[in-house]
């Protein structure tokens, strides 16, 4: 898939004006009485973080392809390889299962030591978001084939 660079160069500009929305908000938030208002920058922080991440990542991938094309071609070649595409979803199944057990626990772990139940109930929303999306997808992939 081509990235051109107008896109990872949106991803970075984005998440740098995030972060640096963040950075100016940040004074002006906290003085205020509301929870959700002190927030904001975080949140801002967070998404930033994530976006600038992820231009730096297409970026960085990208000058590693145009500096080695010999090398960009086996890249290629390999991420479409049948066995490293087995493997790679391999690994996200396995990683998928570990999260579904760790947000359990952590839902439990919430629920026993008391914290808001407003945290709790979007956690379990979470939760059960990903299990109901689960089974679609499951039900859609066998349709399929």
Known sequence: MEISKARYGVYLLLGLASVVAA????????DVASNMVQAIPFVLLSIGSGV???GVRLALKRL?????PHKAK???ID???ERNVALRNDAKARAFDLMLIAIGA???AFAFTGVSKIVI?????TYLFVLVSTIYFAIKV????
Do not use: C, F, H
Request: proline residues 3%; glycine residues 8%; charged residues 25%.
């Open 23 to 30: 950075i100016v908000v940040w004074p002006y938030t906290m």
């Open 142 to 145: 066998n349709r399929y084939m």
């Open 106 to 108: 952590l839902l439990i």
């Open 74 to 76: 086996q890249r290629e």
């Open 52 to 54: 600038l991440g992820l």
């Open 79 to 81: 991420e479409k390889d």
């Open 121 to 125: 109930l979007s956690l379990g929303g």
């Open 64 to 68: 590693a392809r145009d500096s080695v």
